[in-house]
Every structure is written in structure tokens, then in C-alpha cells.
């Protein structure tokens, strides 16, 4: 009972009875209260003298991760592609359609209110997370791409018209760029006679900067870039891109699906005008995810979907809208979903995002040294150096191993999940010139050990497929 | 009775590809659309009647099938090369040996020239790139030659060329992805885009048909029997299945042969209908590959059937299909391709 106090003040509130009633429900619950509030106090208490890293600590909160594939123990690299779920965002999911489910923001009765109040906290907990200054500057979504394409159909068809002048409105994005942060700007190019401009890589295989800040004109209108490449694992240097931008009165979009998990990211530092994430790449569940979205520009903003929620009052000839975030929130959220994502911001802020991506880049360097000593590999982006952090990832090839060989085997043989194809990043494996390339990704409840397997499992598939030729 | 007839046609076609049922329990609908897809509306028909004998006389296969819990196609209905194939990955038990097996099979695939590598011969829907090409050699059986980047790719294209090349079109058309179960590579069968392997054997088999097709309007029609024979213009068909049995059932009324009879006198026996009707429409299928040579000389090969019977009360859609095709076996056997079955309780009409 005091775990649940402490964790989950939320349920101070809750009706006794549903408590005694759910008598098994809470053993279950006590002893994974017990198991996690363990594994932080170890974590808070031991930090300084124990040789027993965050990986090995965290990974008893994945229940996932213990289990064997293929006949191997299961070595899961798959993280950029979706993280695994401890068991405390489960949990809140669970809870809430155990104890209060009931729809959003219309409801008087008591469960309605619950949830409400719940699915508000956890917009707060977003906010808090990404250090937004106002909780109506998250605008929940689908995902990272739905938070995209509502930018790109609610702003951008307003903002990338030519207007009054006669050149075209620029928007700028690198050939790096995940799919749906280039797709969206084409159809919107397509409909309003936007040029897009692609910034390509500089030898050390980042995205040169130099040249963006060359592109950036009075033209431009829009820099839509990431924050942390998929592929390449280098960062964009986003606190300077902004100033750039915006003293040409160009807004910027960051897309920080690879960032927001892994790393502290403060918009008020940024100052980026808008923000994305998904929240299956930060612990917690897929069908949710947001857009950050600076208060002015979100108020002048058209809606994207229309529907229930995102109105102020319906007439058969039309309608008006909602303020923001609502305006942009037709229909039915997914409720338990977003209560689990605030749930997962409350994990991770209780691990600490610092001490994440201090672990995190020690992992990155030991992946990229063990990987790069391996003959025949070679690895994209940049080399980790002084001033060079790369994140917890490898995209790489083996030289006459096509990837899908090298994934397939490693999962069939060994276990090792990782990824192989073009991550959703088609035209920079065109511009590097592979049709697709193996990818191992790691996050915070991976070890060294981790690493080490993959390793060696990468090691005796080259092997067996070099016996062959 | 259109209703009624589309709903018939549906599940027909549903049950043609029994990997439908096992494998894919979420969603029928995208992996019917994967079958049917790549295979051009008119030439879908085709394929449609095709498959249903091989499928619904299931007492037959259920015996032979190696895989007891699963409703498998049987290793009997393969072309005779990849049965032997699937029995030697079969006797190979251990996984890595299984690969190398594979492996040792692209090693050794005759290469593809790179001027066939083209956009119309690569499978869709693989990481890695695979070209596959088809031609006819002199006796009509059809060849296969294909590539890939992937070596394990390149071993399962192997696989499928040395198990189908050399096959006439209707053995190819009739193979189902089931047997790579059988292989135990644990290829994944679900139809998602990703899926090479099926695609893989999607496009050796439309390429099969499309030779068929494309020598098929190279020579006049060649059917003996006696029925009127109408000059089948695939160009021109509609695209669903039901309104092509529909529009030319009206106007081509043909004389029953002795099948025809036959069938009809089994279930009026049978099921002691209110109303039967049985309409012989194998001349809207006269021309194609299964029709010639394996129906015999009455050339009777496809049939559409109306019964209105009590003995259909309290029965699903697909029980009564089941009973009708019973009752019909000796006919399936013999050289009856495909029925098309509409069958009601006198309540229902």
C-alpha cells in the first residue's frame, strides 16, 4: 500500500472499495512495486561505489527482454525501431482500463472525471518532460508522423504559399531525413509550388552545416530536420539552426524521435517552433505521441482533422473551433495510452535523463570500437571523437553480405534482433549509395554484454555465408 | 440470386488457398486482396475455378498431409522436382544444415542476365532484390531463370526454379506456398508487403498464366465437345466474378451433356430439391490449359448450380457448399473443374 502511495499519487483518490476488491490484482501489483522500487533505490543509493551498470539494473523491469528465441537467449538491438515497455507503464495501461476507462472531457460521472484528470496529468508530464512552458503546447497524436503531417496540412498549406511574392516559399531538409519527415512536405509541394532543398552529407558523413546555412534565405520558410539521425546516429547542432532560421523569420520543425528518448531535450533551450516524438521509442506504448508546437503558432494554426473534441460549437452550416491542443484532438484520444506515456516520462525522470545519456554514450562508443574492429564492416556516420558524440546506434554493411542474410541469420542463429533494410530513409542509402544496410540500436536496459554477443554472433555469420563463396 | 452468387464466388475463392485459413487468423480480407492482387481481374476467374478441386475434396489430402494439425496442400500435389526438394529439406533436421542446403542451391543457379534484370521480372515487396524470368520451352512447359543480391534469397529463388521449371502451367498454378512450411526454414508466410518468399512464387505463377494467356491468343480456339463454343475475349470481361457468370448464363443456354446429367440426377436423389437448375457454362472457360486434355472427350467442366432444398436448413453457407461438393466428388475426380453453387432453403428464396 505505501508503494502505491508513493508511486501512483493518482490513486489516492481511488475509491476504497476498488482497491479491496481487486485483492489479487494488488499482490500482483505489490510485488512489482516491490521489484521496481528496488531496482531504483539501488539505483539512487549504490550509483557511486557499485560496479552493477543501469543496463543490468533496468533490465529487471523488462520482462521481455528475458526470454529465449530460436533456442538463443534473446539479444534485442532494436530499439530505434521501438523500445521495450517495463513493466510500470504496462501497469498504468492495465490500471486504466481496470479501474477508471471512460471517455474524455464530456463526462460529469465520476470515471469520466477520473479519466479526464488522468489524461491531463499525463499532458502535463509530456510538458514537464520536454520542458514546454504551457501543457497546451502538446498536442497529442498518433505518432511522430501524424504530429508531422498536422503541421504540414494545418500550417504548412496555410504558410508555404507563394503569397505576395513572386519566388517560391523554401523549405529545407536533409537527405538524412526519415520518410515522414520528407513524404509530408512533398504533397504539400505538390499542392501549394513549395521547392524543397536537401542538405547532403560533408565527409564525415553528418549533414553539412555549412551548407544549410548557405540555403537558409529570405525564401525559406520552413527547416524541418531531425535531431538525432536514425542512420547515422550524428546530431544536428538544432540551438544554432534556430537562430539561423529565425533571423530570416523561418520556422523550425525538429523531428526528436531519436533524441527525446535518449537525451535531455529542453525546447526552451532549442527554441524550436515546433517538436516531435513518438512515444513507442521512449518506453511506452505505440498509438501515441506528440507535437510540440510554440502557443502563438498553434493558435493561428487551421485544424487538421475535424470532429468531436476539436469544436466550440457545431451548426449545419459550420462550425467553430476549439483552442489548441484541443483544436487538433478530433475524436476519441487514445486515453489509456496517453496515461501510459505519462507513466514512461515519470520512469524515465526517475532514472534521470542525464544519467540515461551518460550510459548511453559510453554503450555508443563501446558498439561503434567493438563493431568497427570486426574486417569488412563499415559503419555510417560519423567517427566518435572529443568533440563527436554519436548515439547508442550502427548502421552499417559487411562487405558481399547483403544485410537481410546477416539479420536473418543472427536472429536464427543467435538471437540478435536488429534491423536491416532502409530504416525508412530511402534516399540517404541512395546518396551513400547501398540498397539497405543492417542497423543495432541499443537504449538504457542494454549491457555490454549485449554488445558483446552481438559481436559474436556477427562474427560467426560472416563466417558461415564467407564459407560459401 | 446475384446476392447469393457473389457470396457463393466469395467463399470459393476463399477457400481455394487453404493458407488463407491456418496462418493468417487476424484478417482475411488483406490476404484474399495479396492473392488476387497481382493476377490481372479477367485472368482472376481463371485462377478462381482452377483451384477448387484440389481444395475442397479435402477428405483425400487430410491423410497424406505431413503435417497432421494443419490443413497443408498435400507434398502429393506438388511438381515432382520440389517434392523432392521439400523431402530432402525435410530429412536435413538441423537448422544451420538447412541453411546451407539453401545456400548450396543458389550457389549453384544458373545466373541471370543482367539485360532480364528489368522492372517487370524483380519482386515486389523484398529488401533484397530478386528478378525472376519465364519462358516457354518447345513442349509448352515453362522455364525459369532468376537472381538475387541476397545469397539466402538467391537460394530460395533456387529453390522455386529448380522445383517448378519444366512444369506445365496448370501443375505450377496449382503449388501453394504451404510446402515452405514443410521446408522448416521458418520462412514467414504472412502476407505482409515484406514477404519475398511468397511473392517470389506469386510472380513465377502469374508469369506462368500470362504465357498461357499470351499463346492462348496466339491460336484459334481447340475445344471438341459438342456445346457451343464462344470465342472467350478476356480483354473485354467484367471485372467481378459474378457478373461474368451472370451476364452469359442468360444468353448461351447449352444442352446438358452427360455430367450435366449426371449431376443432376445425383442431387435430385440427394437433396430432393424444390428447384434445381444446372448449367453447363465450360465453353465460357473453353481454351485454357486445364480444360484441354484433362477433362476428357465430354469437355464438361465447369458448372453453375441453383438448389433450392430443405436439406439445407439449419446449415452455414459453407456446410452446404461441403454438402453439395460431397455429394459431387466422383464428378471432381473425374475432370470436373469448378462448380459454382447457390443453395437455399425454400424459406430463404
Redesign the interface.
Known amino acids: 500500500m505505501e508503494g502505491v502511495a508513493m508511486k501512483l499519487p493518482s490513486f489516492k483518490s481511488l475509491a476504497p472499495t476498488a482497491i479491496s476488491v481487486a485483492s489479487t490484482f494488488s499482490i500482483r501489483r505489490s510485488l512489482s512495486f516491490a521489484r521496481r522500487s528496488s531496482s531504483l533505490s539501488a539505483a539512487t543509493i549504490t550509483a557511486d561505489s557499485e560496479p552493477v551498470s543501469l543496463g543490468h539494473r533496468a533490465r529487471k523491469d523488462f520482462r521481455i527482454l528475458h526470454q529465449e528465441v530460436?533456442g538463443s537467449k534473446l539479444v534485442y538491438l532494436d530499439s530505434a525501431a521501438t523500445s521495450q515497455k517495463p513493466a510500470a507503464v504496462l501497469e498504468a495501461l492495465q490500471n486504466y482500463y481496470e479501474f477508471y476507462n471512460s471517455n474524455v472531457h464530456r463526462g460529469i460521472h465520476y470515471l469520466s472525471a477520473k479519466a479526464t484528470d488522468e489524461f491531463e496529468l499525463a499532458r502535463k508530464k509530456v510538458a514537464r518532460f520536454i520542458n514546454a512552458s504551457d501543457s497546451r503546447e502538446i498536442v497529442f497524436t498518433r505518432n511522430a508522423t501524424e504530429a508531422i503531417n498536422l503541421v504540414a496540412y494545418s500550417w504548412g498549406l496555410s504558410n508555404l504559399k507563394p503569397g505576395d511574392e513572386v519566388c517560391a516559399p523554401l523549405v529545407i531538409l536533409t537527405v538524412a531525413e526519415h520518410h515522414s519527415c520528407i513524404v509530408p512536405w512533398q504533397i504539400v509541394s505538390q499542392k501549394t509550388g513549395a521547392v524543397l532543398k536537401f542538405v547532403t552529407l560533408n565527409e564525415d558523413e553528418v549533414p553539412d552545416i555549412d551548407m544549410l546555412r548557405e540555403m537558409i534565405s529570405e525564401k525559406t520558410k520552413l527547416v524541418a530536420v531531425h535531431h538525432v539521425s536514425n542512420v547515422l546516429a550524428s546530431s544536428l547542432p538544432i540551438e544554432e539552426i534556430v537562430v539561423w532560421a529565425h533571423e530570416v523569420g523561418a520556422k523550425v520543425l525538429v523531428d526528436a524521435c531519436q533524441s527525446v528518448p535518449h537525451m535531455v531535450v529542453d525546447v526552451q533551450k532549442l527554441n524550436a517552433d515546433f517538436l516531435v516524438a513518438s512515444s513507442h521509442k521512449m518506453c511506452g506504448p505505440t498509438g501515441i505521441g506528440f507535437l510540440y508546437g510554440k502557443s502563438d503558432l498553434l493558435l493561428a494554426m487551421p485544424p487538421f482533422l475535424g470532429g468531436g473534441e476539436m469544436i466550440s460549437d457545431v451548426f449545419l452550416d459550420h462550425s467553430t473551433y476549439a483552442e489548441p491542443p484541443s483544436r487538433f484532438e478530433a475524436g476519441t484520444p487514445a486515453i489509456g495510452e496517453a496515461i501510459a506515456l505519462g507513466a514512461a516520462c515519470d520512469y524515465l525522470s526517475d532514472i534521470g535523463m542525464p544519467k540515461i545519456h551518460e550510459y548511453e554514450v559510453e554503450l555508443a562508443k563501446y558498439l561503434y570500437e567493438t563493431l568497427a574492429s570486426v574486417p569488412d564492416v563499415r559503419i555510417y556516420g560519423p567517427r566518435p571523437s572529443e568533440s563527436v558524440q554519436r548515439a547508442a546506434l550502427c548502421s552499417f554493411n559487411v562487405e558481399g553480405?547483403?544485410?537481410?542474410?546477416l539479420a536473418?541469420?543472427l536472429d536464427?542463429?543467435h538471437g540478435v534482433a536488429i534491423r536491416?533494410?532502409?530504416h525508412c530513409a530511402q534516399p540517404l542509402h541512395r546518396y551513400l549509395g547501398v540498397?539497405?544496410s543492417a542497423r543495432a540500436s541499443l537504449y538504457f536496459y542494454n549491457t555490454k554484454e549485449d554488445v558483446d554477443s552481438f559481436i559474436v554472433a556477427l562474427a560467426d555469420t560472416v563466417s558461415?555465408?564467407n564459407s560459401?563463396k | 440470386m446475384a446476392a447469393s452468387m457473389s457470396s457463393s464466388c466469395y467463399l470459393s475463392s476463399l477457400r481455394l488457398i487453404p493458407f488463407n485459413r491456418t496462418f493468417f487468423s487476424s484478417v482475411n480480407p488483406p490476404s484474399k486482396n495479396l492473392i488476387l492482387r497481382p493476377i490481372p481481374s479477367f485472368l482472376r476467374t481463371i485462377v478462381t475455378f482452377l483451384k477448387i478441386p484440389t481444395v475442397i475434396v479435402s477428405p483425400l489430402s487430410a491423410s497424406s498431409s505431413p503435417s497432421s494439425s494443419v490443413d497443408l496442400q498435400p507434398i502429393e500435389e506438388l511438381p515432382p522436382k520440389l517434392q523432392e526438394i521439400v523431402k530432402l529439406f525435410q530429412s536435413v533436421q538441423e537448422p544451420k544444415a538447412k541453411y546451407e542446403q539453401l545456400l548450396f542451391y543458389g550457389k549453384n543457379l544458373k545466373p541471370l542476365d543482367s539485360r532480364f534484370k528489368t522492372r517487370e521480372n524483380k519482386v515486389e515487396g523484398c529488401v533484397s532484390q530478386v528478378w525472376v524470368r519465364a519462358f516457354f520451352d518447345e513442349e509448352r512447359n515453362v522455364v525459369y531463370e532468376a537472381d538475387s543480391d541476397s545469397v539466402l534469397t538467391k537460394g530460395l529463388a533456387a529453390l522455386l526454379v529448380n522445383g517448378l521449371s519444366g512444369r506445365p502451367v496448370t501443375e505450377i498454378l496449382r503449388v501453394t506456398p504451404d510446402f515452405a512450411v514443410l521446408l522448416g526454414l521458418q520462412q514467414s508466410l504472412t502476407p505482409s508487403r515484406n514477404n519475398g518468399f511468397l511473392n517470389m512464387l506469386k510472380l513465377m505463377q502469374k508469369k506462368a498464366l500470362s504465357l498461357e494467356v499470351k499463346a492462348e491468343e496466339g491460336t484459334s480456339e481447340s475445344t471438341t465437345d459438342e456445346a457451343s463454343v464462344v470465342e472467350v475475349d478476356l480483354e473485354s470481361k467484367p471485372p467481378s466474378v459474378v457478373e461474368v457468370e451472370e451476364s452469359e448464363s442468360v444468353s448461351n443456354v447449352v444442352a446438358l451433356g452427360s455430367r450435366g446429367m449426371r449431376i443432376r440426377e445425383k442431387l435430385e436423389k440427394e437433396l430432393n430439391p424444390v428447384e434445381l437448375e444446372v448449367e453447363d457454362v465450360s465453353y465460357q472457360h473453353a481454351g485454357h490449359a486445364a480444360v484441354r486434355g484433362s477433362a476428357g472427350a465430354d469437355g464438361e467442366t465447369h458448372f453453375n448450380l441453383r438448389v433450392v432444398s430443405d436439406a439445407f436448413q439449419g446449415k452455414s453457407l459453407v456446410k452446404r457448399h461441403r454438402m453439395v461438393y460431397d455429394l459431387l466428388q466422383e464428378e471432381l475426380q473425374s475432370g470436373l473443374h469448378a462448380l459454382s453453387i447457390v443453395a437455399k432453403t425454400p424459406a430463404e428464396v
Open positions: 530460436n553480405l547483403h544485410p537481410t542474410d536473418t541469420f536464427q542463429q536491416s533494410g532502409h540498397n539497405a558461415f555465408f560459401f
